[in-house]
């Protein structure tokens, strides 16, 4: 089982030894303004209780959820080059695109296939496999999280595998890649690695074992939807420019975050998520995160993502 970690600019690169230590516990405890340390705790306390050590052989660069967001070609080449000289594999991460986003993305994926082929393109687009496929067949294309189409909306997934018939459950928490038919399809298409959340009501991977195909899950975050209007870049605009899908960018995502409270009216149960520009997240449960090392353990996930922060 490999050890990756989402990082959000080069400089992370530094501290990349400081988020594989437990010690990292008893740091984030004096950080109590971040409304995310008591989820980032959460998982180091678990982590522990399951692995003697917490390695990260991978860095994931770049991001899943808006094309602005794109990395620029200087800061991949740092990154990259930084990886390479501490013997780190590297993976890039993109977003859902347009044509806009196409067109920042070719010279980053032109840089990889010219001077680190073979190197993990992680994609959340239809659109950016194919010309993975057509225009740059060195790269290797891993089906990022958002090309997953699970039911995930907690308010509802929680409850129902409270009380939801096991029929029901069953399919809720096997995956539309358990279907040969798709992997063939996949395969073909030269995806040897699927990437998913976790979610509420489970997730049953036993399916995939004999695939052929590699299995990832990002903790301690998972994603609820996300979208190309920005709620938070819209909200100092007149009304007629509110919420479109096309504002510029001043990337107000990366000061502030939204928390969010929802009151279920069937049991009553307070819930917490975070928006993060583009996205609504949902954090993991101690539960959630002991099943998802315990089947680690059980060879059915071969990779985990760390996201220290959410995009």
């Not at 073979?118 to 993975?132: A, C, K, Q, S």
């Not at 996949?186 to 049953?204: A, C, I, K, P, Y």
């Not at 996930?301 to 996201?307: D, E, G, L, P, V």
Request: proline residues 5%; neutral net charge.
């Amino acid at each position: 089982m490999e050890w990756a970690i989402l990082l959000k600019e080069p400089g992370d690169l530094n501290r990349l030894e400081e988020f594989g230590t437990f010690q990292r516990i008893s740091q984030t405890e004096l950080e109590d303004e971040d409304p995310l340390n008591p989820y980032r705790r959460l998982f180091y306390q678990q982590v522990s209780k399951y692995f003697n050590s917490l390695v990260f052989t991978r860095v994931y660069f770049g991001n899943e959820f808006c094309q602005h967001l794109i990395p620029s070609l200087g800061k991949l080449k740092r990154v990259y080059e930084d990886c390479k000289e501490r013997g780190v594999n590297f993976s890039f991460v993109t977003p859902y695109v347009t044509d806009k986003g196409i067109k920042r993305l070719r010279p980053l994926l032109d840089f990889l296939a010219d001077s680190a082929p073979h190197t993990e393109v992680i994609v959340n687009d239809w659109g950016v496999l194919r010309m993975l496929k057509r225009n740059y067949p060195e790269l290797q294309p891993v089906l990022g999280r958002l090309m997953n189409k699970m039911l995930r909306d907690p308010r509802v997934t929680g409850l129902y595998k409270q009380t939801a018939p096991e029929t029901v459950i069953k399919t809720l928490n096997e995956p539309a890649m358990a279907a040969t038919l798709y992997q063939q399809f996949l395969t073909g298409l030269g995806v040897r690695t699927l990437e998913f959340d976790v979610l509420l009501q489970g997730m049953n991977f036993s399916s995939l074992a004999d695939s052929g195909l590699t299995v990832s899950v990002y903790v301690p975050y998972g994603f609820v939807a996300t979208g190309r209007v920005c709620m938070i870049g819209s909200l100092h605009l007149p009304k007629p420019k509110k919420f479109d899908v096309d504002i510029r960018c001043s990337f107000e995502c990366q000061e502030y975050t939204t928390e969010l409270h929802y009151t279920s009216p069937v049991n009553k149960v307070d819930q917490k998520y975070f928006q993060k520009g583009t996205t609504v997240f949902y954090t993991h449960s101690s539960e959630m995160l002991a099943s998802t090392f315990e089947e680690a353990l059980r060879g059915r996930i071969h990779r985990i993502i760390y996201q220290p922060g959410l995009m």
